[in-house]
């Protein structure tokens, strides 16, 4: 039983919770002062409330228990509390031991009296009332159980009872440690895949997810079963930081949670004496990664045991005196070896006379998918004279072969940044390492996400004609997030820097830095630009300059987008991106310009509708529902295509429109929308529950007809299934004409959302103008949290701005909106400076 008593009365014998002989303070009151003394923190104060806590268990028990006549009784503390690591909302793991021989209602009546107080105080407790046999009993059916009593301490009555107790703990678990040992590994790997890695959650459950401090106690399990040990280097330093920050949670929740929460982290950190949130976060990932990569050294050593354990005697006899105790060595890479599943460095290996031994031995691991010894990476940290610069080039190309190596390149990475050779090879790495990433679409670490990033390029590299190139600036492309001011511009210099010191000539060196510095370029203007525009594709061209530095880009844009998370690729983004470089390589061949979507003629689907609509004199729809298909023709085992897009759906909406004074009779894709329509539409599929992903408005406007604009709108069903376009249409016919109020409708979701979800402290809305986008409009960009609604309040503004929207370029990734609108004047042309940055600051005051 875990959960506090709220009503204690009836209690038998109930006392005052806490209370103490006259003249001596009562435990509550200690407790209390004890948590609020400033000068106690950390494992002094979780050993000092531990004590505490003994101290009053223990005069519970002998008040009660010679009050009762009962001897023969001990109190035990397990688990946590066992260990004296006793946080400040920590629950009390107890067990009362007895020798069998006292009446089992005296029994009762004192374990009432023990358990009764802790739950008047509020405090957690997980109790028991067990003889010796029948505790070593419930540890051979109860792996948990097995696991607490490792931790058994006595407390308080007859001490044998306690000693017995644990002899035989321990004698049971080694015994039991071939059959316990996997099914420990299997409760481990299960929870890790429930809660998570610790090392990269921006809301981190500290004791549950992998890396937290249920890992920590299951090393030291394993380590009293003397088959394995943990690494030591770092370890008890992690767990004692881990316990810090879960003491600090407590404190400032003044709940029992394990759960670091987002609105929470800043104040634990300033509890803890750090800088801010992000310091607080690092250093619980570093912490983590130490317990993980202990962990795994752990059970690799354990599987490796009980393997050889398994072996039958018989065979062991026929393998003795030619392998016992040598093994098969199987050769890799000069100086480096396979023993007993794992890379290590053969015996002639002399790293002190190789410098390169240890990026031979990581790369020559990785193309094995082997582990990479702990021992030989560590006699190479020890031993190895430093690489000179710039690198000789068999140590560039063993880089190289290990960030090619696939999904194996992970965990030898990790080995080597776990020992420190990482930042010794590349001292700029210490800047991106465990460094957290606030925006929700990232799933990893900086560091981890450029490891990632590599692994997927690793897959692209038979698209390129320079895979070593295309491989290290997938390793540095965000090497600039721990610098001030835009990470792409910091990261060119610290790139070009870098690949000198790799060795690579200055124009190899030039390339890499130009990859760096534009690696973002290819999906933001392919999502949120027109391509149409020829400045566009010339912008991007110019910024690129040559076809094979586009071909290196575009396979970079993909692969920065698979690692990053799955809000941040699909099938669609790669079509905008492929359409991109088509048109961009286009250009750079000297060919000549696509023609435009826009000036040629109407697609027969739009002139059916635009005459359905002048016809009827109100608006026309057309549904198309459809699941987008992997766009990659590599797609493959090796390359798996990206994941199939949920069904999208293609609206097209037709609504006769009045023709704009001065304006000549043409097919016009600078056309503005009569008043109302773009955010009326926008309000109707967002009531819908609509998203949209693309938006673009065309204005047939033939001689002797009535114009009509086409709004084409590119959108995805939220959730439940598509509406019925009748029903769109009729919301429409209602909103154009003021009988339905969308603005009203959304607003009042808005507010039941906002009653039913916990409030998320999102960054204010930004609007700009993105300068020199277009030729022949004025780009609008907006950066927003995402919500229902959004697109009908920036229709609205823009609108209220008396501009004319040519086309808009939606984009979402994960919360964030970037939306981009090409607006023209009432003339068709482009804004003045001036009046595009009163539009975007009335856009913005809007959204605010």
């Known amino acids: ?62 008040r009660h228990g010679t009050a009762a006549g009962l001897s023969g009784t001990a109190l035990v503390a397990v688990g946590g509390y066992g260990r004296g690591e006793l946080s400040p909302r920590s629950d009390l793991d107890l067990l009362l031991l007895h020798d069998g021989r006292a009446d089992a209602g005296a029994l009762a009546a004192l374990a009432d009296r023990l358990w009764y107080p802790v739950w008047d105080l509020g405090l957690a407790l997980d109790h028991s009332v067990r003889t010796p046999a029948q505790a070593r009993k419930a540890s051979r059916e109860d792996l948990k159980v097995q696991l607490g009593l490792l931790d058994a301490r006595h407390l308080a009555g007859d001490p044998g009872l306690t000693a017995a107790v644990r002899t035989a703990a321990y004698a049971d678990w080694r015994e039991s440690a071939p059959k316990r040992l996997p099914e420990l590994h299997d409760l481990c790997q299960e929870r890790a895949e429930r809660q998570g890695e610790l090392q990269y959650l921006l809301e981190p459950d500290l004791k549950e997810a992998r890396g937290g401090l249920r890992d920590a106690t299951a090393l030291r399990a394993v380590a009293a079963s003397w088959l394995a040990d943990a690494p030591r280097g770092g370890l008890e330093a992690a767990r004692t930081r881990l316990l810090d920050a879960r003491d600090a949670l407590h404190l400032t929740t003044g709940r029992a949670t394990d759960r670091l929460s987002l609105q929470e982290q800043d104040q634990v950190a300033e509890a803890l004496g750090m800088l801010d949130a992000d310091a607080l976060l690092r250093q619980i990932y570093e912490s983590a990664r130490t317990i993980s990569y202990a962990a795994d050294v752990t059970w690799r050593e354990v599987g490796r045991v009980l393997r050889a354990r398994s072996l039958k005697p018989t065979l062991r006899g026929l393998l003795h005196g030619r392998t016992a105790g040598k093994g098969e060595r199987s050769p890799l890479a000069e100086g480096v070896v396979e023993l007993d599943g794992e890379a290590v460095l053969a015996r002639t290996a002399r790293p002190e006379r190789d410098p390169v031994l240890v990026l031979r031995a990581a790369a020559a691991a990785a193309q094995a998918g082997l582990p990479l010894a702990t021992h030989a990476i560590r006699r190479c940290a020890t031993a190895a004279r430093p690489l000179p610069e710039p690198w000789p080039a068999e140590a560039r190309e063993q880089l190289v072969t290990l960030l090619g190596a696939g999904t194996h390149t992970v965990p030898v990475w990790e080995a080597l940044e776990a020992e420190g050779i990482i930042t010794r090879l590349l001292p700029d790495w210490e800047r991106v390492r465990c460094r957290p990433q606030r925006n929700p679409v990232h799933t990893w670490t900086v560091d ?25 600036a997938a390793l540095l492309h965000d090497i600039g997030k721990g610098w001030p001011g835009d990470h792409s511009v910091a990261g060119e210099t610290i790139a070009r820097d870098m690949a000198a010191r790799l060795g690579f000539g200055a124009r190899d060196a030039a390339v890499i830095a130009t990859l760096v510095r534009h690696h973002l370029l290819l999906i933001e203007t392919a999502t949120r630009r027109d391509l149409d ?17 586009l071909e290196l880009l575009h396979a970079l844009t993909e692969a920065d987008a698979l690692a990053t998370g799955p809000a941040a690729w699909s099938a669609w983004r790669g079509g ?9 390589a286009a250009r750079l061949a000297g060919e000549p310009e696509t023609e435009p979507r826009g000036t040629g003629e109407p697609t027969a689907e739009q002139e059916r509708l635009a005459i359905e609509a002048r016809r009827t004199g109100g608006p026309v729809l057309a549904l198309h529902a459809r699941a987008e298909a992997p766009t990659d023709a590599d797609s493959g085992p090796e390359n798996p295509a990206p994941a199939q897009e949920p069904v999208g759906v293609e609206l097209l909406i037709a609504v006769p429109a009045h023709p704009s004074p001065g304006r000549r009779p043409s097919t016009s894709p600078a056309g503005a929308p009569p008043m109302g329509v773009l955010p009326a539409a926008a309000g109707v599929l967002a009531l819908h529950r609509l998203t949209v992903r693309a938006a673009d408005l065309l204005l047939l406007d033939p001689v002797d007809e009535g114009p009509v604009l086409v709004l084409s709108w590119r959108v995805a069903a939220e959730y439940g299934s598509l509406p019925q376009a009748d029903r769109l249409r009729a919301d429409l016919l209602r909103t154009l004409d003021g009988t339905l109020d969308v603005a009203a409708r959304l607003a009042e979701r808005e507010r039941a959302y906002a009653r039913r979800s916990r409030a998320v402290l999102a960054p204010p809305p930004r609007v700009s103008v993105a300068t020199g986008s277009s030729d022949t409009a004025t780009v609008i960009e907006v950066r927003a949290q995402d919500a229902h609604g959004l697109l009908h309040r920036i229709g609205r503004a823009l609108e209220a701005a008396g501009v004319a929207v040519r086309s808009a370029h939606i984009s979402t990734l994960g919360a964030n909106a970037v939306d981009a609108f090409y607006v023209t004047g009432g003339d068709g042309a482009p804004l003045t400076d001036a009046a595009a940055h009163e539009v975007a600051a009335a856009v913005e005051r809007a959204l605010q």
């Open 576 to 584: 905008l991106v492929a359409d991109l470089v088509k048109r961009v």
């Open 533 to 549: 525009d020829p400045a566009t594709v010339g912008a991007v061209a110019d910024a690129v300059g040559s076809t094979r530095t």
């Open 1 to 62: 039983m875990t959960d506090s008593v709220e009503d204690t009365a009836g209690a038998a014998g109930a006392e005052r919770p806490g209370s103490a002989p006259a003249g001596e303070e009562s435990y509550p009151a200690a407790r209390l002062r004890l948590l609020q003394d400033g000068d106690a923190t950390g494992p002094d104060r979780r050993a000092a409330l531990a004590r505490l806590t003994d101290d009053w268990l223990a005069g519970l028990l002998a």
């Open 448 to 472: 981890r996400h450029l490891v990632e990033t590599a692994v997927r390029a690793s897959a692209l590299t038979r698209r390129v004609h320079r895979p070593d190139l295309l491989l290290i």
